[in-house]
């Protein structure tokens, strides 16, 4: 089983729709969770950081976290053709453990909002 | 400008010819990390630092080497490249260990 799992997509949704972008991990003492973008020909950037059960919103984004059920998501709402990337969750094992620098990342959703 | 600066960005080589990939940040980051893109296959951690002088193996450490004796630099050595190290690698650090990564631009190797 894969440390990280994302679905690779690609998933393509209307322009104005919800996008819903779901994760699963393996390690039940994992800590930190991360949302990074990355469009083709470029870096992975940040979108979002989440460390506890819940939702956390940053503008028309909002991760999701349930650590019960091992999984984090992303929904970006309002899709825009913009946000048309390649979208990478990362996993962080938590303080104390030997993999305490190691962040593992699933191997990314292909995103593709159409207007 | 905050930043994490690699050098070369393509470089084309050939088997067992040595080659340094440098990486350089200027945010007074504490960790740094190498991760190498395939496709199909994501990003791979290589290599991280926790600080100055330590260093530790992510996933796929074979045929690779670090060194961190300065906070700011944390070069990518490749002692004898081999086809199987053609890839896009990304150097990127973190206020803290493995946190909200900044990424540099990006390196693509091709080893002949």
């Known amino acids: 089983q894969k440390e990280v799992e994302q679905n690779s997509g690609p998933l393509s949704v209307p322009e104005g729709a919800i996008a819903s972008l779901n994760c699963t991990y393996s390690d039940r003492v994992s800590q930190s969770f991360f949302w990074y973008r990355q469009y083709s020909g470029k870096s992975p950037e940040l979108i979002m950081s989440i460390y506890s059960n819940g939702d956390k919103e940053d503008g028309r984004f909002t991760a999701q976290l349930n650590k019960a059920s091992q999984y984090v998501s992303l929904l970006i709402r309002d899709s825009q053709p913009s946000d048309s990337a390649t979208y990478l969750c990362?996993?962080?094992?938590?303080?104390?453990?030997?993999?305490?620098?190691?962040?593992?990342f699933g191997q990314g959703t292909i995103l593709t909002v159409h207007p | 400008e905050a930043q994490v600066t690699q050098n070369p960005r393509y470089l084309i080589t050939v088997t067992g010819k040595k080659l340094t990939v440098t990486c350089s940040q200027n945010m007074n980051h504490e960790y740094m990390s190498w991760y190498r893109q395939d496709p199909g296959l994501g990003l791979r951690q290589i290599y991280y630092?926790?600080?100055?002088?330590?260093?530790d193996k992510g996933d796929v450490p074979e045929g690779y080497k670090v060194s961190r004796k300065e906070k700011r630099n944390f070069p990518l050595i490749l002692e004898s490249p081999s086809p199987n190290q053609t890839s896009l690698y990304f150097c990127?650090?973190?206020?803290?260990?493995?946190?909200?990564?900044?990424f540099g631009e990006g390196s693509r190797l091709t080893v002949l």
């Open positions: 990362a996993v962080k094992v938590g303080a104390g453990g030997t993999s305490y620098g190691k962040l593992t």
């Open positions: 990127a650090s973190s206020l803290v260990a493995a946190g909200e990564l900044f």
């Open positions: 630092s926790m600080n100055v002088e330590v260093t």
